[in-house]
């Protein structure tokens, strides 16, 4: 069975700090991978995906992620976080079958200090 | 571009009520999801549908029962509430010709049981 983990349940950084997001995951085959954003009391937004090509991935918002498929990992980095950045962040996983379901991460929650 | 309409977004019920979510996928889409949202947790995927037909299920209780219609809307049908299942609710839409296993998410419908 898939499944998904995250490096860090809680993360706290000041406005302008490097951020980078741990997200493994377990599945012998072929797989896409997300990134989602959860702001406070908000519905999952698409910050970035990766189905094939380029391992780096870039995103909205000025995020982006790489692929080691020997690690089996797919970090989500930002040079620069902003307050508004502040969310719950989760690392999501499919199969390539054509209507299998969504595995994610446990999450981490980012808070950035101004 | 059209997304995943989801009603109510609020709902309000008390324990042993029924309550019943609508999912209205993004046109073409033939695959519909719903996951379950517990408060601060990861999103749990519930239930699928291809053409109207069960194609998946996770981890949802016998109280629970979904449909997908003849236009591809589908309704979460769920009974005896309790407490616990007070959590956002998520619906998902993809198409099973596109090229990669992509879904996309409604804003979800908040269910507080009381």
């Known amino acids: 069975a898939q499944s998904v983990s995250q490096h860090n349940h809680h993360v706290i950084l000041s406005e302008a700090a490097s951020l980078e997001l741990g997200c493994n995951y377990s599945?012998?085959?072929?797989?896409?991978l997300f990134w989602y954003v959860q702001y406070p009391g908000q519905h999952l937004q698409l910050l970035l995906k990766?189905?094939?090509?380029?391992?780096l991935v870039k995103g909205i918002k000025g995020f982006e992620a790489e692929f080691i498929k020997s690690k089996f990992s797919f970090n989500l980095r930002k040079p620069s976080v902003q307050w508004s950045d502040t969310a719950e962040y989760f690392c999501?996983?499919?199969?390539?079958?054509?209507?299998?379901?969504?595995?994610f991460g446990p999450g981490t929650s980012l808070s950035v200090i101004p | 571009a059209a997304g995943v309409i989801q009603s109510p977004r609020h709902l309000i019920k008390e324990k042993r009520e029924t309550a019943t979510l609508k999912c209205y996928p993004i046109?073409?889409?033939?695959?519909v999801y719903w996951y379950q949202q517990g408060p601060g947790q990861d999103p749990q995927f519930l239930i699928s549908?291809?053409?109207?037909?069960?194609?998946d299920k996770g981890s949802i209780p016998d109280r629970f029962s979904a449909q997908q219609f003849s236009d591809y809307h589908s309704e979460l049908n769920m009974s005896s509430l309790e407490l616990g299942d007070s959590a956002l609710y998520f619906c998902?839409?993809?198409?099973?010709?596109?090229?990669?296993?992509?879904?996309?998410f409604g804003p979800g419908t908040r269910l507080t049981v009381l």
């Open positions: 549908f291809y053409e109207k037909m069960q194609s």
């Open positions: 998902a839409s993809s198409y099973t010709g596109q090229t990669y296993n992509e879904q996309f």
């Open positions: 046109p073409r889409h033939d695959t």
């Open positions: 999501a996983v499919t199969t390539k079958t054509s209507y299998d379901k969504v595995i």
């Open positions: 599945y012998g085959g072929t797989v896409n």
């Open positions: 990766y189905f094939s090509g380029d391992p």
